[in-house]
């Protein structure tokens, strides 16, 4: 049992190139996350999946898009890259919403861009 | 979403116990209180939750307030192991996800 795994763990970006950030869970979640982290910072949403088929925005969603694969996989797509975009990305999951369900989170894909 | 105000640091000592504050005065009936933590370059994890009654898991206690402006995450006996970043956190459970918000956390330093 993995758990939540994420694909690359380290990148390194020019700015403008594109990326794809792979996230797969094999819990059998329903709903899966993308954060990213700044150094010092707390995480902030990027997007969501509450369910297969559906997407959402969190609260910094601007220069990402996402697609839910399947129920197991969900990825972070950066079309053209910004050193704003420095961070480390992480990808959760968790059951369905019912109250007190806990996400789980993956390792973590820290991402340069210069 | 309803805010949690944490210290930014706490000192502990090994194989003491720990309380880690934090006050959420404008928490709402459908808020449950989440606790993560945060090991040096690793994701979050979860620790334990509660809403209105204490909870006890072989990780933490939660002891909330009975106004439930705020709460205290106990570890009962510190090690070098739980130096990390812990996160208190305000769920809202009526949405479609079960969304997190992180604020800066405190960060825990665990001294021999």
């Known amino acids: 049992n993995a758990g939540v795994t994420q694909t690359p763990k380290f990148q390194v970006l020019k700015t403008g190139q594109s990326m794809t950030l792979q996230c797969a869970q094999d819990?059998?979640?329903?709903?899966m996350y993308w954060y990213r982290q700044d150094p010092g910072m707390g995480l902030r949403l990027i997007y969501y999946s509450a369910s297969e088929g559906t997407t959402d925005k969190g609260e910094v969603p601007n220069g990402y898009n996402v697609s839910r694969l399947n129920k197991r996989e969900f990825s972070l797509r950066l079309e053209s890259a910004a050193p704003s975009q420095t961070s480390v990305y992480f990808c959760a999951s968790s059951e369905a919403r019912k109250a007190g369900s806990k996400q789980y989170f993956g390792p973590g894909t820290r991402l340069t861009v210069t | 979403d309803a805010k949690t105000t944490q210290p930014n640091s706490m000192e502990s000592n090994e194989e003491e116990p720990v309380h880690l504050p934090c006050n959420h005065s404008?928490?709402?009936?459908?808020?449950?209180i989440h606790w993560y933590r945060q090991l040096p370059s690793q994701g979050p994890e979860y620790v334990i939750h509660g809403l209105t009654s204490n909870v006890n898991n072989r990780m933490a206690s939660l002891a909330i307030a009975e106004d439930r402006k705020s709460s205290t995450l106990i570890l009962h006996r510190a090690t070098l192991r739980d130096a990390a970043v812990y996160y208190c956190?305000?769920?809202?459970?009526?949405?479609?996800?079960?969304?997190?918000?992180f604020g800066t956390g405190t960060r825990l330093q665990v001294t021999l």
């Open positions: 819990m059998n979640h329903n709903s």
């Open positions: 956190i305000l769920r809202d459970e009526t949405g479609t996800a079960s969304k997190l918000t």
């Open positions: 404008t928490i709402s009936g459908t808020d449950y």
